[in-house]
């Protein structure tokens, strides 16, 4: 069962994804608590899905890859 939410969504969602980071196809990292308490995983995942973006996580963290080419994992 997913945390609260505290935030409007779609100004939390905006606010991520208009990162420079973002806006330039990099990456992005998020705490996996955070995201919960603010908008909540599913949500969070569903945005990521839209924008065809990747998801990862790893030691708490979401990491997204803000672009939609493939992912070559070397290690």
Request: net charge positive; aromatic share 8%; charged share 25%.
């Amino acid at each position: 069962m997913e945390s609260p939410v505290h935030t409007r969504p779609e100004a939390w969602i905006a606010h991520v994804f208009s990162a420079k980071a973002a806006m330039r196809g990099g990456v992005i990292r998020r705490s996996v608590a955070w995201v919960r308490n603010e908008i909540g995983e599913d949500r969070f995942v569903d945005e990521v899905r839209l924008r065809g973006f990747h998801l990862l996580e790893c030691g708490g963290q979401f990491v997204v890859v803000c672009n939609r080419a493939p992912i070559r994992r070397l290690v």
